[in-house]
């Protein structure tokens, strides 16, 4: 059940009501490829300046089950946590059909200019609220935000409530970030240029990093073998 005031009229008028609604912007949300390889990033757009309270964001995150991809809940990363706090579903990674879905809900009491002062919402302007690695993928997954029947039939569908009163607009990401385990440089193709930054993090500890493919905590000759595996796929 999501926490927005859906019957904005019951109780007052309805110009009062309108006018509320016109004061809170629209939003958008996408999903990209962060500078960081093998990471998605999430954006919002709203179509004009906020800085008051994020009630609820929803979104689902789908990919195809047969890449073996997961998402690194323990590595995610995220806007404002003080203002609102993104977390996954409870129900964790589910599969149906073919696709494999993540939900991600964030929810707010505190005021973005009071959690988190200097960093207000731009009219038209991306703002990232999370950052996700994936791991565990053996072929080129395709990544989207998208509402779909499964989303639509199990509340999953991307959803924005600011100031508790729903402004969901559009999905505006129309190309799937494609994520290639090995694929360090995000060129799309897994090649030497690739081997080399392998051996440059042999031996280091880290968490969420892409050439750790494991997802061990260590890059270290299993991560190497690994890359065997995938050395010239290619994810374009």
């Known amino acids: 059940m999501h926490r927005s005031f859906r019957s904005c009229a019951i109780g007052t008028s309805l110009l009062f009501c309108a006018l509320s609604m016109r004061a809170q ?7 990209f490829p962060s500078s960081t390889p093998n990471t998605l990033e999430v954006r919002v757009r709203p179509d004009a300046s906020f800085n008051l309270v994020v009630s609820e964001v929803t979104f689902t995150i789908r990919w195809e089950n047969s890449s073996g991809a997961s998402l690194n809940t323990a ?3 995220q806007f404002c946590q003080g203002g609102f706090s993104i977390a996954p579903s409870g ?5 149906n059909g073919s696709f494999r879905y993540y939900t991600f809900s964030g929810f707010g009491f505190a005021q973005i ?3 988190c002062p200097g960093q207000a919402w731009a009219a038209n ?3 990232v609220i999370m950052t996700i690695p994936v791991t565990g993928a053996t072929g080129c997954a395709n990544f989207t935000i998208g509402n779909d029947a499964y989303t639509t039939a199990n509340n999953k569908n991307f959803y924005m409530s600011l100031n508790g009163l729903e402004r969901t607009d559009a999905i505006y990401s129309t190309v799937p970030v494609k994520v290639a385990p090995g694929d360090f440089n995000n060129s799309g ?3 030497v240029s690739d081997f080399g930054i392998l051996v440059n993090a042999f031996g ?8 750790d493919m494991n997802s061990s905590g260590q890059v270290n000759v299993t991560d190497f ?5 995938v050395f010239g796929n290619v994810c374009l």
Do not use: H, K, W, Y
């Open 25 to 31: 912007p629209l939003v958008d949300i996408g999903l």
């Open 75 to 77: 590595a995610l990363a």
């Open 91 to 95: 129900d964790g990674q589910v599969v």
């Open 113 to 115: 200019a009071s959690a």
């Open 125 to 127: 302007t991306e703002r």
């Open 189 to 191: 193709q897994v090649n």
């Open 204 to 211: 280091t500890s880290c968490t969420g990093c892409a050439t």
């Open 225 to 229: 073998g690994l890359f065997v595996n």
